[in-house]
Nanobody, 126 residues
Protein backbone atom coordinates (compact mmCIF):
# COMPACT_ATOMS: atom_id res chain seq x y z
CA UNK A 1 0.00 0.00 0.00
CA UNK A 2 1.14 3.55 -0.73
CA UNK A 3 0.10 6.43 1.51
CA UNK A 4 -0.08 10.14 0.62
CA UNK A 5 -0.86 12.78 3.22
CA UNK A 6 -2.38 16.17 2.45
CA UNK A 7 -4.16 18.99 4.21
CA UNK A 8 -1.33 20.45 6.23
CA UNK A 9 -0.75 24.17 6.42
CA UNK A 10 -0.33 27.19 8.64
CA UNK A 11 -3.06 28.22 11.07
CA UNK A 12 -3.45 30.43 14.08
CA UNK A 13 -3.81 28.95 17.55
CA UNK A 14 -7.39 27.91 18.17
CA UNK A 15 -7.96 27.06 14.53
CA UNK A 16 -8.73 23.73 12.88
CA UNK A 17 -7.28 21.51 10.17
CA UNK A 18 -8.27 18.23 8.59
CA UNK A 19 -5.46 16.02 7.38
CA UNK A 20 -6.08 13.32 4.78
CA UNK A 21 -4.16 10.13 4.10
CA UNK A 22 -5.16 8.58 0.80
CA UNK A 23 -4.14 4.98 0.18
CA UNK A 24 -3.49 3.27 -3.13
CA UNK A 25 -2.57 -0.27 -4.01
CA UNK A 26 -4.80 -1.80 -1.36
CA UNK A 27 -7.88 -1.01 0.71
CA UNK A 28 -7.63 0.75 4.08
CA UNK A 29 -10.15 -1.68 5.56
CA UNK A 30 -7.38 -4.32 5.67
CA UNK A 31 -5.07 -2.13 7.74
CA UNK A 32 -4.66 -0.73 11.19
CA UNK A 33 -3.76 2.90 10.62
CA UNK A 34 -2.23 5.69 12.60
CA UNK A 35 -1.25 9.34 12.67
CA UNK A 36 2.14 10.33 14.02
CA UNK A 37 4.02 13.60 14.26
CA UNK A 38 7.58 14.73 14.60
CA UNK A 39 8.66 18.18 15.70
CA UNK A 40 12.19 19.50 15.10
CA UNK A 41 14.61 17.93 17.54
CA UNK A 42 12.02 15.54 18.93
CA UNK A 43 11.22 11.88 18.41
CA UNK A 44 8.27 10.75 16.37
CA UNK A 45 5.20 10.36 18.57
CA UNK A 46 1.80 8.79 18.12
CA UNK A 47 -1.19 11.10 17.74
CA UNK A 48 -4.06 8.73 16.91
CA UNK A 49 -4.48 5.12 15.89
CA UNK A 50 -7.52 3.46 14.30
CA UNK A 51 -7.86 -0.30 13.99
CA UNK A 52 -9.78 -2.34 11.44
CA UNK A 53 -12.88 -2.17 13.65
CA UNK A 54 -12.66 1.65 13.51
CA UNK A 55 -11.78 1.83 17.19
CA UNK A 56 -9.45 4.76 17.81
CA UNK A 57 -6.95 5.61 20.49
CA UNK A 58 -5.52 9.08 21.06
CA UNK A 59 -2.47 10.58 22.71
CA UNK A 60 -3.34 12.44 25.88
CA UNK A 61 -1.95 15.63 24.34
CA UNK A 62 -4.65 15.64 21.65
CA UNK A 63 -7.54 13.71 23.26
CA UNK A 64 -10.75 15.72 23.00
CA UNK A 65 -9.31 17.90 20.23
CA UNK A 66 -8.70 15.34 17.47
CA UNK A 67 -10.78 12.74 15.68
CA UNK A 68 -9.39 9.99 13.45
CA UNK A 69 -11.72 8.31 10.98
CA UNK A 70 -11.61 6.05 7.95
CA UNK A 71 -13.65 6.46 4.79
CA UNK A 72 -13.46 3.16 2.97
CA UNK A 73 -15.32 4.54 -0.07
CA UNK A 74 -12.59 7.17 -0.47
CA UNK A 75 -9.88 4.77 0.74
CA UNK A 76 -8.75 7.57 3.01
CA UNK A 77 -7.89 8.11 6.67
CA UNK A 78 -8.68 11.53 8.13
CA UNK A 79 -7.47 13.43 11.17
CA UNK A 80 -9.64 16.33 12.22
CA UNK A 81 -7.77 18.63 14.58
CA UNK A 82 -9.54 21.38 16.54
CA UNK A 83 -8.36 24.03 18.99
CA UNK A 84 -4.84 23.77 17.62
CA UNK A 85 -1.93 24.89 19.79
CA UNK A 86 1.58 26.04 18.85
CA UNK A 87 2.91 22.81 20.36
CA UNK A 88 0.99 20.89 17.69
CA UNK A 89 3.47 22.21 15.13
CA UNK A 90 5.17 19.22 13.47
CA UNK A 91 5.34 17.10 10.37
CA UNK A 92 2.38 14.72 10.48
CA UNK A 93 2.73 11.23 9.07
CA UNK A 94 0.20 8.56 8.21
CA UNK A 95 1.10 4.90 8.77
CA UNK A 96 -0.49 1.52 8.09
CA UNK A 97 -0.01 -2.04 9.24
CA UNK A 98 -1.81 -5.05 7.73
CA UNK A 99 -4.24 -6.72 10.11
CA UNK A 100 -3.30 -10.33 10.83
CA UNK A 101 -6.27 -11.40 12.95
CA UNK A 102 -4.55 -10.83 16.28
CA UNK A 103 -5.62 -8.18 18.76
CA UNK A 104 -4.05 -4.88 17.78
CA UNK A 105 -2.10 -3.13 20.50
CA UNK A 106 0.13 -0.89 18.45
CA UNK A 107 -2.16 2.10 18.02
CA UNK A 108 0.36 4.78 18.97
CA UNK A 109 3.59 2.85 18.59
CA UNK A 110 5.47 3.84 15.43
CA UNK A 111 7.60 0.68 15.47
CA UNK A 112 4.42 -1.39 14.96
CA UNK A 113 3.69 0.12 11.53
CA UNK A 114 5.30 -1.04 8.32
CA UNK A 115 4.03 1.46 5.74
CA UNK A 116 4.50 5.23 5.93
CA UNK A 117 3.58 8.32 3.98
CA UNK A 118 5.92 11.20 3.24
CA UNK A 119 4.38 13.59 5.76
CA UNK A 120 2.62 16.95 5.70
CA UNK A 121 3.69 20.05 7.64
CA UNK A 122 1.39 21.62 10.22
CA UNK A 123 2.42 24.98 11.66
CA UNK A 124 0.41 26.66 14.40
CA UNK A 125 1.24 30.25 15.28
CA UNK A 126 0.33 31.97 18.52
Amino acid sequence: VQLVESGGGSVRAGGSLTLSCTASGDTVSRYHMGWFRQAPGKEREGVAGTDTYDTSSYASSVAGRCTSSKDTAENTLYLRMNRLKPEDTAIYYCAAEPADGRVWVGYLAPEKYHYWGQGTQVTVSS
